[in-house]
T-cell receptor
């Protein structure tokens, strides 16, 4: 079973600050998904990265897939209160497994 | 399209009671899954299904049963509720196990 570690576990910042959260594994994976879960709702997909070294941007969010395909990062520029939520990474199954594996998440709180 | 719907939204049970959490999707997705989410534990897979008539266990299947008689529906049954099953339960659907997961709004279950 692949393990996904996310760091930090919690992050509380003020509006306008920048931040980076990380998703790491000891194994190589073929692609990685990032989800955001707002309070009281289910997770929603933000992006999928598939190529080592790939960088994708979604407005103020920048996603990077590590060259070795064992890690990924999410950078938020000028955080806003609407960015508050739980950020989860997930990797697809390997071998005979047929299910995604989710990381434990980074809980972000952005205050005014 | 309603996407993924879950009922009920909230439920309180007494220890030993049984109940069924309902999940339905209208996207004709083959893959459906049930997760539980506990503080600090991220999303843990309970059971999943790769198509009608086919189900399999996830990480934490004990105390739960599932069936998949139709593509649309994937109910989760608690046979004899225990306080350890107090959690938020999410149902998700996807074209396959490796694609974007579409989550329902969740069911918050408390077992006294």
């Amino acid at each position: 079973t692949q393990l996904l570690e996310q760091s930090p576990q919690f992050l509380s910042i003020q509006e306008g600050e920048n931040l980076t959260v990380y998703c790491n594994s000891s194994s190589v994976f073929s692609s990685l998904q990032w989800y955001r879960q707002e309070p009281g709702e289910g997770p929603v997909l933000l992006v999928t990265v598939v190529t080592g070294g790939e960088v994708k941007k979604l407005k103020r969010l920048t996603f990077q897939f590590g060259d070795a395909r064992k890690d990924s990062s999410l950078h938020i520029t000028a955080a806003q209160p609407g960015d508050t939520g739980l950020y989860l990474c997930a990797i697809p199954p390997t071998g005979t497994a047929s299910k995604l594996t989710f990381g434990t998440g980074t809980r972000l709180q952005v205050t005014l | 399209n309603a996407g993924v719907t879950q009922t009920p939204k909230f439920q309180v049970l007494k220890t030993g009671q049984s109940m069924t959490l309902q999940c339905a999707q209208d996207m004709n997705h083959e893959y459906m899954s049930w997760y539980r989410q506990d503080p600090g534990m991220g999303l843990r897979l309970i059971h999943y299904s790769v198509g009608a008539g086919i189900t399999d266990q996830g990480e934490v299947p004990n105390g739960y049963n599932v069936s998949r008689s139709t593509t649309e529906d994937f109910p989760l049954r608690l046979l004899s509720a225990a306080p350890s099953q107090t959690s938020v339960y999410f149902c998700a659907s996807s074209p396959s196990g490796i694609h974007e997961q579409f989550f329902g709004p969740g069911t918050r279950l408390t077992v006294l």
